[in-house]
């Protein structure tokens, strides 16, 4: 089964930076794109990054372009988000998911409803 940990979340002041982890396993992780989520109680899940599954392409939100970077580990099977300059409006549970296109739904989706407990994020001075 998929199985995706996430780590490396925190308390840290606005301007402040982390850097999340993503361990992945129970799929073929380099023939998957990944993706990194958020989530605010109350609020949608929200795409906040994406790489390709050679690692050679990247995707942003535009909520964090040219602030965070998403990179990728094939070898160890893990994907990381580097985020810089944190904003309080950056205040979310972090999440990571492998990416599949859905015939169905006609766009990319994660390739299981299954996520991970995420990892907190708060930037708060």
């Known amino acids: 089964e998929v199985q995706l940990v996430e780590s490396g979340g925190g308390l840290v002041q606005p301007g402040g930076s982390l850097r999340l982890s993503c361990a992945a396993s129970g799929f073929t992780f380099s023939s998957y794109a990944m993706s990194w989520y958020r989530q605010t109680p109350g609020k949608e899940r929200e795409l906040v990054a994406r790489?390709?599954?050679?690692?050679?392409?990247?995707n942003y939100a535009d909520f964090v372009k040219g602030r965070f970077t998403i990179s990728r580990d094939n070898a160890l099977k893990m994907v990381y988000l580097q985020m810089n300059t944190l904003k309080p409006e950056d205040t979310a549970k972090y999440y990571c998911?492998?990416?599949?296109?859905?015939?169905?739904?006609?766009?990319?989706?994660?390739?299981?409803?299954?996520w991970g407990h995420g990892t907190q994020v708060t930037v708060s001075s």
């Open positions: 998911n492998a990416m599949r296109f859905s015939d169905l739904d006609r766009r990319e989706v994660p390739i299981s409803n299954t």
């Open positions: 790489i390709s599954s050679s690692g050679g392409g990247t």
